[in-house]
């Protein structure tokens, strides 16, 4: 009488449901011609990016030192803002590079992207409020949108936790069925 299968060895036989389909050769010329050129663009992006990016933060510093002897606060308050808009393009850039390398949207650089422009508008807010306190329906509306920001850094900051652990658990189970 033949013995039942274990669960593992019936694993490693072929099964229609898990088969992958094949992959398509797309190694064409118009392929690698659309692949250069869209390189090229994320390069010409790229450069753009890091010009303005370069020019932002000279710009920032200019201003900060200006405002050294006339409104610290309200300079700082620029500086800080521009430095988060910093922030932003140096993740955009982190973005264009992973697609450069490995040809795929990576969705946590975008929620990066997200998170901080969220933290961004947050700062700027609070740091404006006090000039705001005159103007009650204005106020009031400010607070609506910190209240939504607030939402949104939590939810944004959930999916980037979770897209982080989720592929641990998938590599994870793959060795132990593989």
């Known amino acids: 009488m033949a013995q039942p299968q274990g669960r593992e060895q019936q694993e490693e036989e ?3 449901k ?3 389909p094949r992959a398509v050769d797309l190694e064409t010329p118009l392929h690698r011609l659309l692949t250069i050129v869209e390189d090229m663009i994320y390069y010409a992006i790229s450069a753009v990016l890091v010009v303005a990016t370069a020019a932002l933060l000279v710009s920032a510093s200019i201003q900060w030192v200006g405002s050294l002897g006339v409104d610290l606060r309200a300079g700082t308050l ?3 803002d521009n430095v988060l808009l910093v922030m932003m393009l140096v993740e955009i850039l982190s973005t ?14 975008f929620l ?5 422009a969220a933290v961004r508008r947050m700062l700027v807010i609070t740091a404006e ?3 705001l306190l005159h103007e009650p329906e204005t106020f009031q509306l400010l ?3 910190l209240l939504l920001l607030g939402v949104l850094v939590i939810v944004l900051s959930s999916a980037i936790y979770l897209l982080h652990k989720v592929p641990e ?9 593989d």
């Not at 990066?112 to 901080?116: F, K, M, Q």
Request: avoid cysteine; aromatic fraction near 4%.
């Open 14 to 16: 072929w099964n229609p």
């Open 129 to 131: 409020q006090t000039e």
């Open 18 to 20: 898990r088969a992958r």
């Open 78 to 80: 620029t500086l800080l």
């Open 169 to 177: 658990r998938s590599e994870a189970g793959r060795g132990r069925n």
């Open 112 to 116: 990066i992207i997200g998170l901080i």
């Open 143 to 145: 607070l609506w949108e």
């Open 96 to 109: 264009i590079s992973i697609s450069l390398r490995q040809h795929v949207l990576a969705p946590q650089q």
